[in-house]
Each structure stands twice: as structure tokens, then as C-alpha cells.
């Protein structure tokens, strides 16, 4: 059973509450993206939803179990984990940090496939050619492929990704976002936090809006990205437009007709 869900749950770090009595389902076969302002808890929430934070109240499911029911290899089997930062210090090629997803199956049958799992996943982000190449002598943005490739090779159930397009040029943004939508189309359950509001709204199933530690909103692109809600939550007038061809919504900042002169 794949997805994840946070159940009434509430977060608290030195007297600040940073996520209160927040119910979000991240589910098999669908792409969840997660948006709001700085510091609105999108990073909390994904900590919580991987089993690496414990709530103050509330309950977090992973898998169908309470997430500390599981050991941390039997979590790491459902569920990986892209942070925002990938930290590499050692002289490790990439092919040594993608490898390091499968480190949850040694000792187990599916093993014998880390080799198939390395490459399809330096495959599918376009990081083949860098298999040998040190970590450390990457771009950001190729740093940022190599992780996901990491993630990738890990054969999890369960996809929590957080912000992997910031770093990433125009062409692999998208390439990313459409790798994780087949995934999801494959029954992940795949959760994406970003701050590209666009980028959101063409490929989300469903939206949650977070804004001061709660949840504002959750549904669909259509249904969630108003031009009412984004200006209270982002506390600055927006538009909000249709593509003409993907009838998509396009969400853009409102600017004065004076102030582009």
C-alpha cells in the first residue's frame, strides 16, 4: 500500500507553532503539490510525512502505519526523500551517491537489481554521461539531478520531493516534473513542494496551499489557484489567467499598467 497522510497534525519547534492541526492525504497515483510563502510550513509538513520529524498532536500514516512504528530501513523501503539541500563532502562519484538508494534492499532479493535500478535512474535524468564524475565538481543543477536520480534508484512506494526544480534550468524543470508524473501515473504516491506556482499548476493533481503552519486549501489547480485565495495567502494581487491551449491556469503577479512603463 503506497501514500502517506498527516491526520489532524500539529508541529511545534522552541514555543513557534510551525504546522497546526493539518490533514493532507498524499496518495497512490497522484501528484500532490504542496505551495504557500516562506516559512509557511511546506518543509515541515514534508519532514513530518517522511517519519523524520515526530508531531506534538495528531497522528502521521505512512504506508497505512504510524510512521514511528516503522524501523528506519523499513521506512526508507516506502518512502524517499529529496531534500532541499544534497551535501556531499566525500570524493563520492555519482554513480557511489545513486547507489547509496539502494542501501534499504542489501541483504534482500531486490539486490540483485541495484545495477538495472542505478542506470535506469541516471537514465531518466539525463545523468548517464556523468556517472563517473565527482559529486562535488557538478553544477547545482546537475547536483540536483544526480539526487533525484538517487531518489529514483530507491524504488519507493512513496515520492516526497522538496523544491527539485530550483535549481534546474527551463528544459529540466520540465523534464523533471514529467519524470515524477509518469511515476505517479505507475501508482506512486508522489508529493512536490515548489514555489512555481505555474510549474504547480500544469502538473499537480491536486494543490495544497499552506499559509501560517495551516492548511488554506486543497484541490485541484482549478479549484484552488483563485485569484481571491493567492492574493490573501501571498499578501500581494495576482491574475490569474487560462491557457488557451492546456486550459491550464496561468498565475502571474499583478502589476500596475504604470509601474511597467
Not at 63 to 77: K, M, P, Q
Not at 216 to 240: F, I, K, M, Q, W
Amino acid at each position: 500500500m503506497n501514500g502517506a497522510e498527516l491526520d489532524h497534525v500539529s508541529y511545534t519547534v522552541e514555543g513557534k507553532t510551525l504546522l497546526r492541526e493539518v490533514s493532507l492525504q498524499v496518495r497512490s497515483g497522484e501528484v500532490l503539490v504542496v505551495v504557500g510563502p516562506n516559512g509557511a510550513g511546506k518543509s515541515t509538513t514534508l519532514g513530518l510525512l517522511a517519519g523524520d520529524l515526530r508531531p506534538d498532536s495528531g497522528r502521521v500514516l505512512v504506508a497505512g502505519a504510524e510512521a514511528g512504528t516503522w524501523s528506519g530501513i523499513e521506512l526508507a523501503r516506502r518512502r524517499a526523500v529529496l531534500l532541499q539541500q544534497n551535501t556531499v563532502t566525500f570524493p563520492f562519484t555519482v554513480a557511489d551517491v545513486v547507489r547509496m538508494g539502494r542501501t534499504p534492499w542489501r541483504g534482500t532479493e531486490a539486490e540483485d537489481f541495484d545495477d538495472t535500478e542505478v542506470a535506469a535512474a541516471l537514465k531518466a535524468t539525463g545523468m548517464t554521461e556523468f556517472a563517473e564524475r565527482r559529486f562535488t565538481t557538478l553544477s547545482g543543477g546537475e547536483q540536483a539531478r544526480a539526487a533525484l536520480s538517487r531518489v529514483l534508484a530507491q524504488r519507493a512506494g512513496i515520492l516526497l520531493l522538496d523544491e527539485p526544480t530550483a535549481a534546474l534550468d527551463l528544459r529540466h524543470s520540465e523534464e523533471i516534473l514529467t519524470l515524477v508524473t509518469a511515476r505517479a501515473a505507475a501508482g506512486d504516491a508522489v508529493l512536490v513542494v515548489v514555489h512555481d506556482l505555474g510549474l504547480a499548476a500544469a502538473y499537480a493533481d491536486r494543490i495544497a496551499v499552506l499559509a501560517d503552519g495551516e492548511l488554506a486549501a486543497d484541490g485541484t489547480p482549478a479549484e484552488v489557484l483563485t485569484e481571491s485565495l493567492l492574493s490573501e495567502v501571498y499578501r500581494h494581487p495576482v491574475e490569474v489567467l487560462t491557457h488557451p491551449r492546456t486550459g491550464k491556469p496561468i498565475v502571474l503577479p499583478h502589476r500596475a499598467a504604470e509601474e511597467r512603463r
